[in-house]
Each structure stands twice: as C-alpha cells, then as structure tokens.
C-alpha cells in the first residue's frame, strides 16, 4: 500500500442503501475504497478481501456483483487514461472532412 494522489485512483463506493458502484467522479456520497488504475489491483482487493473490509460489508460480494464492479472498473481506467487530467479531448479535422461526416448524417 502507497500514497498516490486521488487523481491516481479509482473510487469505489458503498452507497445509501447497500448499492455498490465505481465512482467516475469521485464525488458520490458514501463509505469509499480508493484502488489504483491496474486491474490488478482491483483482482487483489476481491481475492484478499480488502475491498469488503473498506467498505464495511456484512457479507461478500456475490460474482455478479463483482463482475459487473470489475467491468466498470476496466472502463473508468480506459476512460482515465484517454482523458489525462481530466482534460477535453481535442479532435482537429479540416472542412473538407466535416462537410462529409455531416453529410453521412443527411
């Protein structure tokens, strides 16, 4: 276990309700478990239980359920790493190129 600052990490969340969920913004209202960006991770965090215990679960978490955070988990790093900082994303195209792709649309 080592510091990293937040924007490093991926925040899973136990919210209102006993709902479980990965946290895009890291901004959802609950008891959170902050992970690293590499599958890994998360793969240890369910094997060694850790992630239950941070959440502060009665039980375990069923495979459906796990199934489902690891795929949410897999996008959110995608998404993270397309989009470094937060930043928008910039796409640069000539007019020629935008009179097509408005024209497939017609």
């Known amino acids: 276990r080592k510091k990293m600052p937040k924007k490093d990490l991926i925040r899973i969340v136990r919210m209102p309700g006993s ?3 990965v946290d895009y ?9 902050n992970i690293s960006q590499d599958i890994k991770a998360f793969d240890d965090a369910i094997a060694r239980g850790i992630l239950a215990r941070a959440l502060k679960l009665e039980g375990s978490l069923t495979l459906e359920e796990i199934n489902r955070l690891r795929e949410e988990f897999k996008n959110v790093i995608e998404e993270k790493q397309f989009r470094r900082n937060n930043k928008p994303v910039s796409v640069k195209i000539d007019k020629s190129q935008l009179i097509k792709l408005t ?3 017609d």
């Open 25 to 33: 913004t890291g901004k959802l209202k609950g008891r959170g478990a």
């Open 103 to 105: 024209a497939k649309d």
């Open 19 to 21: 709902e479980i969920r």
